[in-house]
């Protein structure tokens, strides 16, 4: 009970909860949905579940600037990730005219 | 408060996987990112929420919606041939995780303790500054040339013909 009320009123417990399921949510939208660009939203929602954990863990472990600091280097490489992902999702479109993957099954065409 | 942001967060998620339309998939993300960023702001980390919606609201779901319109894939194409049993196999695991999650949340003795913390001061931009060109300057150097080549592979993989 005790548990519960700590969730709904913004506890540690209630962000580590909201973290996993919206990792769940990502993992999901990753393995059912078949277009390479649903599934990149899905690898993103995944990454801003591990930040919610993150900057959590950070305030109620006193407040720490260090894990900003480590949320700052974390964006930055989701940034590049972004880029190139995408750029590779053009040249797949641009070999197959297609972005689902079920039809992007060979290394070669 | 908490219970506002994190709905909209996970409602944005939600509505992400079941949406058809691809530009409106894209906008359910912007409104879960916008969901975490309030969920930063009452973490008393305001750098870490105007973070989050300029480099994730702005830039890579600008970005994303500029693939798919450039790309011209508004829908998901229609399938080649259906996967039932994949497909029933990831809504058990997604079910089966979740289960295990809420359990694993309510009975932890470590997050109850640390949950009893007193809340301490909110985090601003000078600390962050501090510690970040003090303890941390090469890493940052080293993440300013990693955007670098992360721009430079983008142009050189979409590029036709260097």
Known sequence: ????????????QGYILVALLLFITGLATVLCRRSILVQFMGVELMLNAA????VAFARFR????????????????????AAVGLALVVGLYRLRQS??????DALKQ | MFLCFALITLIGAVALTFQRNLV??????????MGVAGLFLLLANPVAAALQIIVYSGAI??????????????QEEPAIRARPIQRWLSVLVTLVLTAGVARLVAGSGLLRRLSANPPPAAQNLGNLGNALFSDH???????????LAAMVGAVAIVKRDL
């Open chain 2, 24 to 33: 409106v998939a894209g906008l359910c993300l912007v409104l879960s990112f």
């Open chain 1, 99 to 104: 972005t689902d993957t079920d039809r992007a």
């Open chain 1, 62 to 81: 006193g407040s720490d600037v260090q894990g900003t600091v480590f949320y700052l280097f974390i964006i930055a490489v989701a940034a590049c990730e």
């Open chain 1, 51 to 54: 930040n919610v954990a993150l």
């Open chain 2, 61 to 74: 779901v600008v970005l994303l919606l500029f693939v798919i319109m450039l790309l011209n894939e508004h």
């Open chain 1, 1 to 12: 009970m005790t548990t519960l009320i700590s969730i709904l009123s913004g506890g540690l």
């Open chain 2, 137 to 147: 300057l090469l890493a940052f150097e080293v993440v300013g040339l990693l955007l």
